[in-house]
């Protein structure tokens, strides 16, 4: 068992921009921690440096509290479980366990690889399948049977990178849930290298979410999702995304596209000499007032030009026109959100019960406590 720290760690390919950019985290023993955020974000580049096939270019990388910068990747005890699960097609499910304990020769009797390799099968409900051959396995035995290896190499941790990215979406789902269960059951250190939020979500203990090479926020995904600390992870973690729309600042009030509303003192204080901010707030947040009334919220009236059943929920879009002088701030909303786009729409999950449909002109709630409100140029959350 093991944790393992990073310690402003940088990671530069030549001379160029760093790919990892001072990240420091610090992943408690049997902790589930996530890598996550866009493509070149440097998660993968990471991941590769904690298990050492990509050299760090300065920073500390400890495990265990001994510094393993210059170990070589087989005397850092960790088990990266490939997307392919890089398993031996013409050796038995018990082979493919035991492989690296017979590659390490003489260390270990037969019994004891026994012994080990029927332990770690039991624990991984694979005992009744050990004489069958990768190619008679479900996807998820497979990926059982590469954790077994780790498992029977007593690996400190386990890495993942993107082991499901070339999954259909229902395998993908079955195979999350039983990472996650095996993960808690086995209780062993991991981190998880993904581009997807959703397995970000289920899977983390804790998530980190990167962009660019640097770290933004570590926190649990409750955390991310209900105090990102910016526009950023605001707008990556969440589906749909969190809806963002300018707003001017005029004295106590924020001047929404369609509705003001006041601020609290403390945020009033600090938005103070900003023009505009943006303004952020989820889909679920806003109601249906005739379904949902939101005692003391904001109301308004719009029209809503597209609706989407999904028979457990439905989803109402409402275009809203940008106000013109608002549009230099736009343009850094969408760097910001890295590509993630800036709407002119907001999108309302409404309840199923809700008789919305196209065209409609209808009155909408929201409690401005669920307002996130952002720097329009640092992206820093004031709420
Ligand atoms: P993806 O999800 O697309 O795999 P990622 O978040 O894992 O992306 P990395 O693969 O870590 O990102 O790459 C981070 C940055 O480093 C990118 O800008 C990438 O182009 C660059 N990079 C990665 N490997 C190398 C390399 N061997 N040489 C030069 N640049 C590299």
């Given at each position: 068992?093991?944790?393992?720290?990073?310690?402003?760690?940088?990671?530069?390919?030549?001379?160029?921009?760093?790919?990892?950019?001072?990240?420091?985290?610090?992943?408690?023993?049997?902790?589930?921690?996530?890598?996550?955020?866009?493509?070149?974000?440097?998660?993968?580049?990471?991941?590769?440096?904690?298990?050492?096939?990509?050299?760090?270019?300065?920073?500390?990388?400890?495990?265990?509290?001994?510094?393993?910068?210059?170990?070589?990747?087989?005397?850092?005890?960790?088990?990266?479980?490939?997307?392919?699960?890089?398993?031996?097609?013409?050796?038995?499910v018990f082979e493919?366990i035991a492989?690296?304990l017979?590659?390490?020769?003489?260390?270990?009797?037969e019994d004891e690889i026994q012994r080990k390799v029927r332990e770690a099968s039991k624990m991984l409900e694979l005992d009744d399948h050990l004489d069958?051959?990768?190619?008679?396995?479900?996807?998820?035995?497979?990926?059982?049977?590469?954790?077994g290896?780790?498992i029977v190499?007593?690996?400190?941790?386990?890495?993942?990178?993107?082991?499901?990215?070339?999954?259909?979406?229902?395998?993908?789902?079955?195979?999350?849930?039983?990472?996650?269960?095996?993960?808690?059951?086995?209780?062993?250190?991991?981190?998880?290298?993904?581009?997807?939020?959703?397995?970000?979500?289920?899977?983390?203990?804790?998530?980190?979410?990167?962009?660019?090479?640097?770290?933004?926020?570590?926190?649990?995904?409750?955390?991310?999702?209900?105090?990102?600390?910016?526009?950023?992870?605001?707008?990556?973690?969440?589906?749909?995304?969190?809806?963002?729309?300018?707003?001017?600042?005029?004295?106590?009030?924020?001047?929404?596209?369609?509705?003001?509303?006041?601020?609290?003192?403390?945020?009033?204080?600090?938005?103070?000499?900003?023009?505009?901010?943006?303004?952020?707030?989820?889909?679920?947040?806003?109601?249906?007032?005739?379904?949902?009334?939101?005692?003391?919220?904001?109301?308004?009236?719009?029209?809503?030009?597209?609706?989407?059943?999904?028979?457990?929920?439905?989803?109402?879009?409402?275009?809203?026109?940008?106000?013109?002088?608002?549009?230099?701030?736009?343009?850094?909303?969408?760097?910001?959100?890295?590509?993630?786009?800036?709407?002119?729409?907001?999108?309302?999950?409404?309840?199923?019960?809700?008789?919305?449909?196209?065209?409609?002109?209808?009155?909408?709630?929201?409690?401005?406590?669920?307002?996130?409100?952002?720097?329009?140029?640092?992206?820093?959350?004031?709420?």
């Amino acid at each position: 068992m093991s944790s393992i720290q990073l310690k402003n760690i940088v990671k530069k390919y030549g001379d160029g921009f760093p790919a990892v950019n001072d990240v420091s985290l610090d992943i408690a023993d049997g902790e589930f921690m996530i890598l996550v955020g866009p493509s070149g974000c440097g998660k993968s580049t990471l991941l590769r440096m904690v298990v050492g096939l990509e050299d760090i270019t300065s920073g500390d990388l400890e495990i265990n509290g001994k510094r393993v910068n210059d170990l070589a990747p087989r005397d850092r005890n960790l088990a990266m479980v490939f997307q392919n699960y890089a398993l031996y097609p013409h050796l038995t499910v018990f082979e493919n366990i035991a492989f690296p304990l017979r590659l390490s020769k003489g260390t270990h009797s037969e019994d004891e690889i026994q012994r080990k390799v029927r332990e770690a099968s039991k624990m991984l409900e694979l005992d009744d399948h050990l004489d069958r051959k990768p190619g008679n396995l479900s996807g998820g035995q497979r990926q059982r049977v590469a954790m077994g290896r780790a498992i029977v190499r007593e690996a400190d941790a386990f890495l993942f990178d993107e082991p499901l990215s070339n999954l259909d979406a229902k395998l993908r789902g079955q195979m999350r849930t039983e990472i996650a269960r095996m993960q808690r059951r086995l209780g062993i250190t991991t981190i998880y290298v993904t581009h997807d939020q959703t397995e970000a979500m289920t899977l983390g203990d804790r998530v980190a979410v990167l962009k660019k090479g640097v770290l933004q926020q570590c926190a649990s995904p409750r955390e991310l999702y209900e105090q990102p600390v910016n526009l950023f992870v605001a707008g990556f973690i969440g589906s749909p995304p969190m809806n963002f729309v300018p707003a001017r600042v005029e004295g106590d009030q924020l001047r929404l596209p369609f509705v003001s509303v006041p601020m609290t003192p403390q945020l009033a204080a600090d938005v103070k000499g900003k023009d505009v901010v943006i303004v952020g707030i989820r889909p679920e947040y806003i109601k249906d007032a005739e379904v949902n009334p939101v005692s003391g919220g904001a109301t308004f009236r719009a029209l809503v030009d597209q609706t989407e059943w999904l028979g457990n929920e439905q989803y109402a879009y409402i275009p809203f026109e940008q106000d013109s002088s608002v549009q230099g701030h736009l343009d850094n909303l969408e760097k910001e959100l890295d590509g993630e786009g800036a709407r002119s729409q907001i999108v309302v999950n409404l309840d199923a019960r809700s008789q919305i449909f196209e065209g409609d002109e209808v009155e909408f709630a929201f409690d401005p406590a669920h307002m996130h409100v952002f720097d329009p140029e640092s992206g820093h959350n004031y709420t």
